[in-house]
């Protein structure tokens, strides 16, 4: 799989599950994003932009149980995204819009939108996607460090109206028209708003809780624009 970076991204949610699938291998090995209004395709000035496949990308996503070790692994489908990169090669900006909608898990032969585990995800509990079927990340900056594929992101993410600045490393490939990026990251679904049986809430014992951690991965290819 040819994979990406950086919100949703995304949940994100993501409480009760994880990352993977067949095209995704990279899930939890690599990682979501995510953002609010959409940015421009391509950045004014002396840049290059480069625009999402969405096919060959993914947001996987795992939530486990506080006790047991237990979860759930899935997906979120990104719905459109940019990178641009300044004449120095520096990156120059980003955006990512993920489809809420599209959140699946994978750990399940029955992997339907109307399995009753989606549901739940799509539900208040969770992402209550009805009222927000959009999440984004706005890239903010991205640091190159030790190698010339290797960046430190920070970057702002909206899940369900709640913006929470994200930092987390990267590796982003150029090659020729196309560019990969991965990323892993870990993030607290209890700071937009999930809190379902979050170890946070008191009254629940210990094998009813979810994990307020969730793990992302993001795998994501561009292609130049023409």
Not at 143 to 169: M, N, V, W
Request: net charge neutral; hydrophobic share 40%.
């Amino acid at each position: 799989m040819r994979s990406i970076l950086l919100f949703v991204c995304a949940s994100v949610c993501l409480t009760g599950a994880v990352a993977c699938r067949d095209r995704s291998a990279a899930a939890i090995a690599a990682p979501t994003l995510a953002i609010t209004e959409p940015a421009p395709s391509t950045p004014v000035g002396r840049v290059v932009g480069y625009s999402l496949v969405i096919p060959e990308s993914f947001v996987n996503w795992k939530g486990m149980h506080v006790m047991g070790g237990k979860g759930h692994q899935g997906y979120i489908k990104p719905l459109t995204g940019t990178l641009a990169f300044d004449a120095n090669g520096t990156i120059a900006g980003g955006y990512f819009e993920l489809d809420m909608n599209t959140i699946t898990i994978t750990d399940r032969k029955d992997t339907s939108s109307d399995n009753g585990l989606v549901l739940h995800l799509k539900d208040p509990d969770f992402f209550d996607v009805k009222k927000y079927p959009r999440g984004t990340f706005q890239l903010i900056k991205a640091i190159r460090a030790s190698s010339d594929s290797s960046y430190y992101i920070t970057g702002q993410l909206t899940l369900k109206a709640i913006t929470q600045e994200i930092h987390f490393p990267a590796t982003i490939i150029r090659n020729g028209e196309d560019i990969v990026a991965t990323a892993s990251l870990t993030i607290d679904r209890t700071k937009w708003g999930i809190t379902y049986q979050s170890g946070s809430v008191f009254g629940l014992v210990k094998d009813e809780l979810l994990e307020d951690r969730v793990l992302v991965s993001l795998a994501l290819r561009f292609h130049q624009q023409q």
